[in-house]
Structures are given as structure tokens and as C-alpha cells.
């Protein structure tokens, strides 16, 4: 009683945490409630990490399968593809194909060796690009071959799609005619341009010879030379 003298009372202290039983169900629910929780949320975590890394694994090999190594341009195969998805989807331009071919470029590799080829090449994918920027569809198709594909805005003028031909292929020889630096040494390099204008005049016509134009524009390129 409080009234006893030399007896203290003892009283619960409010904010004073009360310890739960080891075998409350209540605790063991809770504790396996958070490790579930924090396993799903490493587990999610994971699978977020590893789908990345495939991804990226994926844009990769795309990336190489597509791609050439020296010079950055797409290569053969992905031109075609690039080429025929571009025939079958094209209504409202015609469609250029420019393949240039690098004269006695064998002899560069003998005389100067391979490294000072390679230079070549890769100083010639950047005078491409940068002469044409984005607006043409650049590629290496062979050891000293490249591919420009293009559009050309349609117009009712009379030979209009050989007009801006002839301004691309003018462009190009000028871009190339400049004398490369490499190494101490003034190489100036000659060529073959191969040209072939696929001009639709209906969308009949363009559907009929949409699989078959790339590799017909290839074989004439092949032909001609200016």
C-alpha cells in the first residue's frame, strides 16, 4: 500500500518497451516477414543487374555482327539490310546506290606496309562522314571498297535524280582528291565510282522489285566505272 512506510511502489513506465515472449507467433511472423522482404528485394535486384548485362551483351554483338572494326561504317550485310527495309518502306523518294573502288590499293599495303593501309582507310571513312554527315547511309563492303545509300527527293523536273546524282558523285571525288598525310608521306588516291538510281514511278512497281533491287543496283556498280 502507498501508505506503508519504508515500501516503494512500483509503477510501469509508459514509454518503457516490453519485452515479447520467444515463442509469440507474432515475432516469428514479423522476423520472417522482413528477411522474405529483403530476399526478394536482392533477388530483384539481381535480375535487374543480369537483364542489363544481357542487353548490353546483346547490343554488342549486334554492334560487332554489323559493324566494320577499322573504320566504324556498316558493313556488306548490314547495308542490305538497311537497303531492303529501306525499298520496301520508300514511298516518297527515289533511292541511290554509290560504290567507290580504290585504285592499286594493294600497293600501298606492299610499299608502305598495312598499317599505313589501314591509316588510308580510316582517314577516308573520315572524310566520308564528315563530308556527308548523317544524311547518307555510309558502308565498307570490301577491303578497299565503300558504299554510299541515299534518298532523292522526288521532282516532276526531267532527269532531276541523275542532276543530284552527279552533285554527290562530284562532292565525293572532291572530298578524295585531297592528298592524305600519313606517316611524313603525301598519298593521293584514285578510284572507280559505280553508280545506280532506283527511280519509282508507282508504288505497283516499287513493290515488285523491292527484294530484288540492292543486289541488281551491286551487280551494276560492278559494271561501270566513271
Known sequence: PLGTIGARATLPVPWQA????????SLGLGLLTGVLGLSFTFLWLRIQRLTDLVHRRDHQIHT???TDSLTGLINRKQLIVIGNDLLKSNRTADIALLCINLNRFSAINDVFGH??????????SCRLKSGFGEAVTLARIGADEFALLLTLPRSHAANSGSAQLCRYAEHLFQILSRPFEINGQSLILSGRLGIA???????????????????ASKSLTASQSL
Open 18 to 25: 516490453q519485452p515479447l515472449p520467444l515463442g509469440d507467433p
Open 197 to 215: 538510281l532506283l527511280a519509282f514511278e508507282n508504288q505497283e512497281a516499287s513493290a515488285v522489285t523491292a527484294p530484288q533491287s540492292l543486289t
Open 64 to 66: 560487332l555482327s554489323a
Open 115 to 124: 598499317d599505313t593501309g589501314d591509316e588510308v582507310l580510316w582517314q577516308v
